[in-house]
């Protein structure tokens, strides 16, 4: 499993989150909504220092990951990081 952040989403995450080199940005499984694989839990994110990291993407000094906890609501497959063209939002996509 690995995490695929897109440039478009990484300019995303500096000017909207303000994540600069040394910050921590979590993709966790959050209660609500809908995914792919899971009903009633969709793809939450925050900045926040990790615990037990299971996948780990550094891209300029910042880390992007997902904790070993998590690791089950992505059921196998890869996280694709994108920005949607007509939203200009983060999109999520997940292959195998």
């Given at each position: ?80 990081v994108s920005i949607d ?12």
């Amino acid at each position: 499993m690995k995490i695929v952040i897109s440039d478009e989403a990484l300019s995303w995450f500096k000017a909207e989150m303000d994540a600069t080199a040394g910050d921590y940005i979590r993709f966790f499984a959050r209660y609500g909504g809908s995914s792919p694989f899971h009903e009633a839990f969709s793809l939450g994110l925050n900045r926040e220092k990790p615990h037990d990291i299971g996948v780990e993407t550094v891209i300029d000094g910042i880390h992007f990951y997902i904790e070993k906890d998590d690791e089950w609501f992505f059921n196998g497959h890869d996280l694709y990081v994108s920005i949607d063209p007509n939203t200009e939002e983060l999109k999520y996509s997940y292959q195998k």
